[in-house]
């Protein structure tokens, strides 16, 4: 085997000496450093390669470590790092780190010098918490790792010997224990590694200083007793991890003695107030405690990571974790000797040498100057903590025990709500406050939760930070929070919100359901099956995410850069990455973000009455089966009584500067409620636009590229044909906003001049309003030379979505929609997971997953699909996509009232349509089976009921959406799984439809 060591050791001392150049370096310039910075990809990508075959030269090693992880540590280095309680680090502990590296002890056991350190270490730690010198203890990873050591030693204590063979599965009586409401996450964690149970762990509660109420602690105990559970352990906190609160030690140590209970004290960073005299008083009792578990890495600066825990009962504390085996045998003599060895002491056998930077701290420092170090952090958090009292934008909203300050910034005069702030919109605007703090580099506290409020919390622990630090925090948080409140107060609500602005009522969600007039939710709705993707959908937890850090971003960069450049390069950014992520960047559309598709056709019919005047006719293809606001929309007149930019308008009324826009429409379905084959569609559609060209009129033509129900026209051969034979006269709109259109086809359209309406809110389930209108590159050519588009424009887009159009349009101004701005995030954030999947993989999901629904739909006994496999309308082979653009994706279908009865009537299919929404009072219902039961009780979004013309019924549709394929991919080796766990889902559809028919609940 291959000596891994160079062959020239020394050959490496240059590197060593350069890495410790390097990392002092860091050190000096830790002032003028940014103290975070996020990591750019480029480092990210640093580390994103497979495991190297052959080894790399250390200079690239080095480099690595220079450039990509000394700039972009989590900051605890820094004097104006504040968050959460980290210690700042010293350089005698680097120094005995790197030595303990050379060394290379393995600390479980054996025979070797090592032990001492340790030893020392320990004794040097009973002897500040006032433990007896036969006491044990074992140093740890941290005081989560001794809060399990300790606690499965009170275990053992309370169960006996036999709970090791045995545990605690029901064999025993259940015990409980008790910490304050305000005691660290990981001793809950200690109680569900051990078997116990969180819920064996009591909250006791605190009082008004955050301390345990220990009169509420012996009644839960008293209660606990009479209940015949098995009390047994009682942790006491030093300097809880919120406020800095000690417990009443000393009273907690009366309760464990009275009641024979284990009482254990986490001391995780408090136990640094053991140097400080004048805290002897509220130390008190420490030394009567059980067991202890502290950190060295926190107050104690010694680098991470390394903590340490004491147990009075040494025999107990060895019996707990002892287990011989042969090849741990110990030996009086030579390398095995030493008994007990550490691995008797804990769960781990390979130990690293974390004594040695402990000892090489203590000895390097000093306990005085350590004393000196948490003494000044004491005086600082109080003078603090006066500063703020003192301020009329500052309070404090915890006492101050040690060196923890909870404060929150105020708005004078409550500028944000007509002189008062609500409680909600303070905890936003001190989150934004906290992470532009941290974003910018200018210091860094974190964020806790106090009585409901929102706290800044100031964690006093790096022994470099002095009051300037302080003073700089202060000033930054009262700049960023003036800036905040003053002119982004709105970017401050919750991502949800802001999905619903900027669109029209559909959006507004009804409080008593949690749903707008789509049938989805603005935030995820991780219970609810959907399958509605042909009319909106509840947007998914990933894109909520995308959205949510969208927000934010938007919110640093408003900040940090001028925002009249900010929010157009948003708009611009958005746009590339939906024209990249649809392939049709090399074709330089030009591509305009607006709310919805009824805006992009607005926008559409104006710009091209515009382009070229004449008396123009708007031709819609399917017009029964697309949006109610089509007729105006393709008219260039208003389609609501507000726009999306909150404009009051005459909804029929032609927009400002509008050219005058005729109409014609032809419908799918003729009165009777028959359907017209494609043949018969295309020969209505080119007589129509071939007439009205012969009449002396110009043709906007709106091609439907699916509608509501999934069909499609004109045919390919019908649109070369009229483009050929109408030239100039014709333009053509593809209304793609479904688009279950591939992008070959999209391609297609814009290099024969075709004007794209799509939008990311149907199969690529975005969040309702997401729509775009993409114009061919020749469009926006000819409008550069001087063109004016309707004044009108301007209540409908702002100058920042015009972008470089926006000179064409009088009056327009720049907004901020951020609706529009993180609906479309949110979108592209599902389109790009939808293409990270394989084509291969994405055909055989859609042909899988169709397949299934079309014989699901076809044998059930009340379901009548509107489409057989052999139907004309079925077969798309026109087309040069072969996934989305040539496969059905839409399942529309009608309800019957019975087997074999005639259809429900439309106001029938509403109901229905909305019961499968809903979770159904199952105690309402006569008797059902347990498939019934499931059923009833859950969540069911379809596509909204589609009414049909000449026929007294509406079509449900089940519709495939992206998600579809795109969480089956995520779920690793279990894509077919979870492939047939959506069609299980819609099983389960079919069976509440009978569920609601059977009931009569229609």
């Known amino acids: 085997m291959a000596n891994l060591d160079p062959e020239d050791v020394g050959s490496l001392s240059r590197f060593f000496h350069e ?52 700039p972009y540590t989590n900051g605890n280095l820094h004097p104006g790092f504040f968050g959460w309680v980290h210690g700042g680090g010293n350089l005698y502990g680097a120094l005995g780190e790197l030595c303990a590296a050379l060394l290379n002890n393995n600390l479980g056991g054996r025979n070797h010098i090592a ?34 050591i300790a606690l499965a030693v009170a275990r053992r204590w309370a169960l006996g010997e036999e709970v090791k063979r045995q545990g605690v599965q029901g064999k025993g009586p259940v015990l409980v224990g008790y910490c304050s409401t305000q005691t660290h996450g990981a001793l809950v964690k200690a109680f569900q590694l051990l078997g116990l149970g969180s819920e064996a762990l009591r909250r006791v509660p605190v009082r008004d200083d955050h301390s345990l109420d220990t009169a509420a602690l012996r009644e839960s105990i008293r209660n606990d007793r009479r209940a015949g559970l098995k009390p047994f352990a009682v942790i006491g906190t030093v300097c809880t991890v919120n406020t800095g609160a000690i417990d009443d030690l000393a009273g907690i140590a009366d309760i464990c003695e009275e009641e024979r209970l284990w009482f254990h004290a986490d001391a995780a960073f408090g136990a640094a107030l053991a140097l400080l005299e004048e805290y002897a008083d509220d130390l008190a009792g420490l030394e009567r405690a059980d067991s202890v578990g502290f950190d060295f890495h926190k107050w104690f600066q010694v680098p991470y990571a390394v903590g340490g825990v004491l147990v009075r009962d040494a025999e107990a504390h060895r019996s707990t974790f002892s287990e011989p085996v042969e090849y741990l045998e110990t030996q009086p003599m030579g390398l095995e000797a030493g008994a007990p060895w550490p691995c008797d002491l804990g769960p781990e056998l390979s130990r690293g040498f974390l004594a040695l930077k402990v000892w090489f701290t203590f000895q390097g420092v000093g306990l005085e100057s350590m004393a000196a170090s ?19 934008d500052l309070e404090c909203l915890a006492p101050v025990s040690s060196n923890i300050v909870c404060l929150r910034y105020q708005p004078p005069g409550g500028r944000a709500a007509g002189g008062v702030c609500s409680d909600h919109y303070l905890d936003a605007l001190n989150r934004a ?20 409020c929102l706290a800044i919390r100031v964690a006093i622990v790096n022994h470099r930070t002095e009051w300037k630090h302080l003073e700089q925090l202060l000033h930054h948080t009262r700049r960023i929070g003036e800036r905040l409140d003053q002119h982004y107060p709105q970017l401050l609500n919750p991502t949800h919100w802001h999905f619903m602005q900027g669109g029209d009522g559909r959006l507004i969600v009804d409080p008593v359901t949690g749903l707008n007039r789509y049938g989805c939710s603005p935030a995820p709705r991780d219970h609810a099956f959907t399958f509605a993707s042909s009319t909106a959908s509840s947007v998914s937890r990933q894109a909520y995410e995308a959205a949510d850090y969208y927000r934010q971003k938007l919110l640093h960069d408003l900040l940090s850069s001028d925002p009249k450049e900010v929010v157009p390069d948003c708009f611009r950014q958005l746009e590339h990455q939906l024209v990249d992520l649809l392939g049709l960047g090399d074709l330089q559309p030009s591509a305009f973000l607006v709310p919805s598709g009824t805006d992009a056709q607005l926008l559409s019919v104006g710009v091209t009455a515009s382009d070229s005047p004449g008396s123009w006719v708007s031709v819609v293809c399917g017009a029964d089966e697309t949006g109610s606001g089509t007729p105006e929309s393709v008219t260039g007149r208003h389609f609501d009584s507000e726009t999306c930019l909150g404009v009051p308008v005459t909804r029929g009324e032609r927009l400002t500067g509008m050219a005058p826009i005729g109409y014609r429409a032809i419908d799918v379905h003729d009165g009777t409620g028959g359907i017209r084959s494609p043949v018969e569609m295309d ?32 045919s390919r051969g019908a649109m070369d044909r009229l483009r050929e034979s109408c030239g100039d006269r014709l333009q053509i709109v593809v209304d793609a906003c479904q688009l279950r259109t591939d992008r070959e086809d999209l391609r297609s359209h814009l290099e024969k001049g075709d004007i794209l309406l799509l939008t990311g809110s149907k199969f690529f389930t975005g969040p309702p309003f997401s729509g775009a209108a993409v114009f061919p590159a020749r469009v926006g050519r ?34 901020l929609q951020t609706g529009v701005l993180l609906r479309w995030r949110a979108a592209l954030a599902e389109m790009a997971r939808y293409y990270t999947v394989p084509e291969h993989i994405r055909v055989d999901g859609l ?85 019934m039961r499931r059923a009833a009780g859950q969540c069911c979004h379809i596509g909204q009921p589609v009414p049909l013309k000449g026929i007294s019924t509406s079509a449900l549709r089940i519709s495939m ?42």
């Open 847 to 931: 042909n899988r997953f169709s397949e299934q629904v079309v014989s699901l739909l076809r044998e059930h006994p009340l379901v009548e699909p509107l489409f057989a496999p052999d139907d004309d309308w079925w077969a798309r082979d026109d087309f040069a996509g072969r996934e989305l653009s040539n496969r059905r994706s839409i399942f529309p279908f009608v309800v019957k009232s019975s087997p074999g009865g005639g259809f429900l009537d439309p106001d029938q299919a509403r109901r229905l349509y909305e019961l499968l929404n809903q979770e159904l009072d199952r105690d309402c219902l006569g008797p059902l089976g347990e498939a």
């Open 115 to 148: 032990h001492a350190v340790e030893g020392q270490v320990i004794q040097w730690s009973r002897e500040l918490f006032g433990f007896p010198r036969q006491s044990s203890g074992l140093l740890v990873s941290g005081t989560s790792m001794a809060s399990v």
């Open 782 to 815: 000819r409008l550069s030379h001087g063109a004016v588009l309707p004044e009108g424009f301007a209540d409908y887009i702002t100058s920042d979505g015009l972008g470089t159009w926006q000179s064409m349009v009088s009056g327009a101004r720049p907004a």
């Open 19 to 70: 890495a410790l150049e390097a990392g002092l370096d860091h050190y000096r310039g830790l002032e003028e450093a940014p103290v975070w910075q996020p990591a750019p990809e480029q480092a990210l990508r640093a580390f994103t390669g497979p495991a190297p075959s052959q080894g790399q030269p250390v200079g690239e090693l080095l480099d690595h470590f220079k450039d990509h992880l000394i």
């Open 433 to 452: 406050i906290v992470t532009q703090l941290q974003l910018q580099g200018v210091s860094a506290p974190s964020t806790t939760t106090l009585n409901g």
């Open 961 to 1002: 959406g992206a998600r579809i394929i795109s969480d089956s991919y995520a779920s690793g080796g279990g894509f077919e799984d979870h492939l047939e766990g959506e069609v299980r889902q819609i099983r389960m559809i079919l069976d509440k439809i009978e569920l609601c028919v059977s009931q009569s609940l229609l």
């Open 683 to 714: 020969a209505a559609i080119e007589g129509c636009v071939t007439s009205l060209v012969s009449e002396g009129h110009s043709v906007i033509l709106h091609a439907m590229e699916q509608s509501k129900l999934g069909r499609w026209c004109p």
């Open 374 to 392: 948490v003494r000044k952090h004491c005086r600082l958090a109080r003078e603090l903590a006066i500063r703020v009292s003192a301020a009329d």
